[in-house]
């Protein structure tokens, strides 16, 4: 084999190999799933159980500290905490008489820190009823401060509640979009191709290309709802995000269907080239402008942005793009394939 | 049934896929991807394959 003609073959499929290697065994950082009570009122000794994910709380346990933290500045620190392995521990949060906060039911967070995990939170842990209308006056028994040593964090993927491992699907069904938005852009660009040119090698690349695009937004689809049952609670939760999705992809079914039915090859090259243009710019809409402009369950749609703040940190992107790169490069290599045996068939019927 | 197709049983089961924080969740997605990559390799290849085969008899 000629590596100089090959060489990004073997880059692609090192690069998937590397996303399968790192998706897999970087671990994800200590997080909280449960606490034992979830809500109390103002003056109450409060005992729960703290089950972790990932946490070290024997090994950790000199310097563990709990706190619940209602905002910025006010802290109750964790007392009588009793360890019964390395997820699972018990402590008492006495809650004072009089909370500053105007609103009668307060969140509280719990923030968890110890010398190898680092601090870490569940948000909205613990709900307070109290009666308001004591702003203004010196409430006690509060902390306004707290010591926390951000360690050299290792590293490891974000813990996110409900989502846990699976979190590191974003490096197998993320990507597969990706890669089938890259793969028919490079058949609507042979689509128009074959308009300007008329040559039929045009019309082939762009079928073949749509081919492995759809194998992708399929295998997307597929992914996305095994996911979504251990996430949302449904293989399809009729999402705006995976309506508009399965509507993508029945107009590129069409399109094969238009070609399967058109015998005259000028004819099939250019209906199916316009219509190839069509799909696509349906394709766009239907994928990224509507599911934004409602609510949905899909981050990136409904007001709720993907690639940002903590969903994609600094450590998945050293997975998630390469991933892209590798599957793009993979499927171009599909694509290649598929349309290289077309071109043999095609000579053999002319011969 | 369930020998036939394992991953009904473990579909089916979910105290088994909430388990470990829910890893088998990405061992399916996994194998789905793979299933989808190699469903288009055997096509690709029985496409070959009559190619193949009639270019034998054209000979």
């Given amino acids: 084999m000629n590596v100089k003609k090959h060489w990004w073959k073997i880059l692609g499929v090192a690069i998937v190999g590397y996303t399968l290697v790192a998706g897999l065994i970087v671990p994800l950082k200590p997080g909280i799933i449960s606490v034992s009570h979830k809500s109390a009122n103002a003056g109450d000794s409060l005992r729960i159980e703290v089950i972790g994910y990932n946490t070290h709380f024997e090994g950790g346990k000199e310097d563990l500290k709990l706190w619940l933290k209602g905002d910025t500045t006010f802290f109750i620190q964790g007392q009588d905490v009793m360890i019964a392995d390395e997820n699972t521990l018990e402590v008492t949060f006495v809650i004072p008489a009089l909370l500053p906060f105007d609103r009668s039911v307060v969140e509280l967070s719990l923030l968890i820190y110890n010398g190898i995990d680092g601090p870490f939170i569940l948000p909205s842990a613990i709900f307070i009823t109290h009666s308001p209308g004591s702003a203004g006056v010196q409430i006690g028994g509060w902390m306004k401060k707290i010591d926390l040593e951000i360690g050299s964090s290792r590293m490891a993927f974000p813990f996110r509640n409900i989502l846990k491992e699976t979190i590191r699907n974003t490096y197998f069904h993320v990507p597969l979009w990706f890669t089938m938005i890259f793969i028919l852009i490079g058949s609507v660009f042979n689509a128009l191709k074959y308009l300007r040119t008329g040559a039929i090698i045009y019309d082939e690349k762009s079928s073949a290309y749509a081919t492995v695009g759809l194998l992708f937004g399929i295998l997307g689809l597929l992914t996305g709802a095994v996911w979504a049952k251990n996430t949302w609670g449904a293989y399809w939760s009729f999402d705006i995000k995976q309506n508009m999705t399965a509507i993508a992809l029945l107009i590129y079914f069409a399109y094969f269907v238009l070609r399967g039915s058109l015998e005259e090859s000028t004819q099939k090259g250019k209906v199916s080239a316009v219509y190839n243009i069509f799909a696509f710019a349906t394709l766009i809409p239907l994928l990224y402008i509507i599911p934004r402009l409602t609510d949905s369950l899909h981050p990136g749609a409904g007001g709720n942005p993907a690639f940002g703040g903590e969903d994609l940190d600094n450590t998945m992107r050293m997975v998630f793009y390469p991933a892209i790169i590798g599957w793009t490069l993979l499927a171009y290599w599909m694509g290649n394939l598929l349309h290289r045996a077309q071109t043999l068939k095609n000579k053999i019927l002319f011969q | ?59």
Avoid: H
């Fill in chain 2, 1 to 59: 049934m369930n020998l036939m197709f394992p991953l009904l049983a473990v579909s089916k089961n979910a105290d088994f896929l909430n388990s470990i924080g829910k890893i088998y969740v990405v061992v399916i997605v996994i194998i789905v991807l793979f299933a989808g990559i190699v469903t288009f390799l055997f096509r690709l290849d029985r496409k070959i394959t009559q190619l193949e085969n009639q270019i034998k008899n054209n000979e």
